[in-house]
């Protein structure tokens, strides 16, 4: 019986078994395959002993270098700062969104506010305001564009928006309204958080189609924030209830 010696340390004398078709005997192994493979060095040629043949063959199990660990973490490294810069940049500007859409709120409120105001020939506080059909029907106070002054009857303080005696009272009371260095509430009070904001109004007859300009007005409505934000909004109102009073 031929054995095939891998060193005697690792073969059991006498054990081994027969190559089918081959005089040659695969030896057992005291030792671990993997420790034999090993010594035997990469593509070695070795035994299957469960199948009993030789086509077997074991790669040399192939790990990374020094060099080549260190040219991975570079890309790596290099691929992470890319990503974070962007990042970065993304989050500094994701900021800008939020003020335009908080200047945005606040020109909406205010166009609501001001379209939601009565339309009427005649100053709310007229005598003939619930009923005049145009603006010579009125007694004395004609609503006039802008807020109407000290010397429109009733006498008295003329209209501001947050007036305890004489409010605004019609849409176009808010022409030339302006705040400044804050978004105030219709009790005058600044809300917190808009303190750097401002927000200024103009309105002005606007003809709509069919509809004249003594019968449509137009409202603008500007709102500046932080980092030089601005949002204009326009809207629309018409005369269609000229006698309702507030
Ligand atoms: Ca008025
Ligand atoms: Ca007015």
């Given at each position: ?113 001001v379209?939601?105001m ?5 100053d ?19 609503e006039?564009i802008g807020p109407e ?10 209209e501001t928006r ?5 409010p605004f009272d019609n849409v176009n009371d808010y022409h030339g309204f ?25 309105v ?43």
């Amino acid at each position: 019986m031929c054995t095939r010696k891998f060193g005697s340390r690792f073969q059991v004398p006498g054990s081994g078994f027969q190559v089918p078709g081959s005089r040659f005997q695969v030896p057992v192994f005291t030792r671990p395959l993997d420790s034999a493979l090993r010594r035997a060095g990469a593509n070695a040629r070795v035994p299957n002993l469960e199948l009993g043949t030789w086509n077997f063959e074991r790669r040399k199990a192939a790990g990374l270098s020094l060099v080549e660990l260190i040219v991975f973490i570079v890309i790596v490294s290099t691929a992470i700062a890319g990503v974070l810069g962007a990042m970065n940049v993304a989050t500094r500007g994701s900021t800008e969104p939020m003020i335009e859409k908080q200047a945005l709120a606040i020109a909406e409120a205010l166009l609501e506010e001001v379209q939601l105001m009565p339309f009427t020939y005649c100053d709310p506080d007229d005598a003939n305001a619930a009923t005049a059909v145009n603006a010579g029907g009125c007694a004395a106070a004609v609503e006039a564009i802008g807020p109407e002054g000290v010397d429109v009857p009733p006498t008295g303080p003329a209209e501001t928006r947050t007036g305890a005696v004489r409010p605004f009272d019609n849409v176009n009371d808010y022409h030339g309204f302006s705040m400044a260095g804050g978004i105030s509430d219709l009790a005058g009070n600044t809300i917190a958080g808009l303190d750097q904001y401002s927000a200024s109004v103009t309105v002005a007859g606007q003809a709509i189609g069919a509809v004249p300009a003594s019968d449509a007005q137009l409202v603008i409505v500007t709102v500046t924030g932080p980092a030089n934000t601005t949002v204009t909004l326009h809207g629309y109102r018409v005369r269609y209830a000229p006698n309702a009073l507030p």
